[in-house]
T-cell receptor
Framework: DTGVSQDPRHKITKRGQNVTFRCDPI?????LYWYRQTLGQGPEFLTY????????KSRLLSDRFSAERPKGSFSTLEIQRTEQGDSAMYLC??????????????FGPGTRLTVL | AQKVTQAQTEISVVEKEDVTLDCVYE???????LFWYKQPPSGELVFLIR????DEQNEISGRYSWNFQKSTSSFNFTITASQVVDSAVYFC????????????WGLGTSLAVNP
């Protein structure tokens, strides 16, 4: 297993454009998380999936953000009408959730978004 | 409310020094999990350790050790004989089933190990 992968690694876009990021989790993991991280901060939770179901979305997340995980495998995060404030590192993580335990999340390398 | 506090924003040491990174957490749950992650300059978060609230044994892994004390709600991380490759931002995180197993993150401690 090669771990969590994310594509692209870097994205530069102009304000107002739409962008889409992809995450491929560790294959046997049933949970997939999206986070955003800005300089000097910890990861900020955006949303997560259990298999193909999106179970929670941060209230801080505007309607311009949408995520999908068709068939419970890879996931995409789309940002519509990007704004300069969306510039950040977007992190994907996956975990194997069993019972009530909180298991470790494994992170991908992230996608760094720059909105000009 | 759940919270993780890493009071040390930045630490700078000289190689071979021992260094301890502090983590204090707040939770009302009796069952919870604590984590440490390392984020080197390359940016990828690397999992280091997971502890559950019922296991207060300290853990040692090579030059790394962790001290979990429920009495003070702390889960501190010590690097012995630090090396330049230890330079990174280290995050402490808290999770429990009641919060949909999401992790609550501290703001991180930036460690610089100088030669």
């Amino acid at each position: 297993d090669t771990g969590v992968s994310q594509d692209p690694r870097h994205k530069i876009t102009k304000r107002g454009q739409n962008v889409t990021f992809r995450c491929d989790p560790i294959s046997e993991h049933n949970r997939l998380y999206w986070y955003r991280q800005t300089l000097g901060q910890g990861p900020e939770f955006l949303t997560y999936f259990q298999n193909e179901a999106q179970l929670e979305k941060s209230r801080l997340l505007s309607d311009r953000f949408s995520a999908e995980r068709p068939k419970g495998s890879f996931s995409t995060l789309e940002i519509q009408r990007t704004e300069q404030g969306d510039s950040a590192m977007y992190l994907c993580a996956s975990s194997l959730t069993t019972g009530l335990a909180v298991n470790e999340q494994f992170f991908g390398p992230g996608t760094r978004l720059t909105v000009l | 409310a759940q919270k993780v506090t890493q009071a040390q924003t930045e630490i700078s040491v000289v190689e071979k020094e021992d260094v301890t990174l502090d983590c204090v957490y707040e939770t009302r749950d009796t069952t919870y999990y604590l984590f440490w992650y390392k984020q080197p300059p390359s940016g990828e978060l690397v999992f280091l350790i997971r502890r559950n609230s019922f296991d207060e044994q300290n853990e040692i892994s090579g030059r790394y050790s962790w001290n979990f004390q429920k009495s003070t709600s702390s889960f501190n991380f010590t690097i012995t004989a630090s090396q330049v490759v230890d330079s990174a931002v280290y995050f402490c995180a808290l999770g429990n089933a009641g919060n949909n197993r999401k992790l609550i993150w501290g703001l991180g401690t930036s460690l610089a190990v100088n030669p």
